[in-house]
């Protein structure tokens, strides 16, 4: 199978032209008529990433996150994106990114975190021009729950080690915003749409005062928030490319330590 033939699955869904500027979503490395046989999914492109693909004999890595996002000037082996890009290309490894595009997509990273906690009624939190599109999302849980109770149950199902919060605006909670990866741009959204609660990530210090006590808003962190984008890509490559072997990787880690 030929790169273009699993890339075309993944832009049918979420097309390049949904990415932000600043993006580098797409084909990072390799040609799309080169032919592929197995594809890694995984959040980053990692050393230990690569090391699994080639045990696994994954010719193509699929990942969130594009490594490539500013411009490399030299090639020399001096950091870890070097070294990366460096050994994908001798060892015939092609890089995709499905980024932003993802985000932004109907049914994308927000959607589909929303149902894994359980949120239902979904409307786009902050919609784009074109219809459908957009990033993050406002639902309503089946019924009130306690805040703190909630956020126990999103720290357990998304193996979330650290959750930091502003204060508990409302003991109860059944309105619930969510926008995956750094989300501090939405909070005025989530006030808005008249969400109890806001659950992003990448947050800073006085983001934890902008809501005013108006609702609650929480930091799971963004590999945690994220780490969904290998199911939901598994999940669209699965369901349309029933001969072609995708596997789910096992070495996308957390760059981020937590001394507890």
Known sequence: MKIKDVTSVIETFAPLRWQESYDNAGLVVGR???EVHAALLAVDVTEEVLDEAERLGCDLVITHHPIVFHPLKRFNSAD???RCVERAIRRGIALYACHTNLDSAPGGMSWYLADMLGIGSLQL???SA???VGFGIVGDLPEPVRTVDF????RERLSVRVIRHSDIAAERVVRVALCTGAGASLIGDARRAGAGLYITADLKYNDFMTPDK???VADIGHFE???CA???LFDILSKNLCTFAVRKSECSRNPVNYLV
Request: net charge negative; no cysteine; charged share 30%.
């Open 32 to 34: 799309e008529d080169d």
């Open 80 to 82: 870890a994106v070097q």
């Open 125 to 127: 939190l902050q919609p």
């Open 130 to 132: 074109e219809e459908g």
């Open 214 to 216: 108006a609702l609650t």
């Open 230 to 232: 290998i199911r939901l």
């Open 225 to 227: 928030s994220e780490y």
């Open 151 to 154: 956020l126990q149950r999103v």
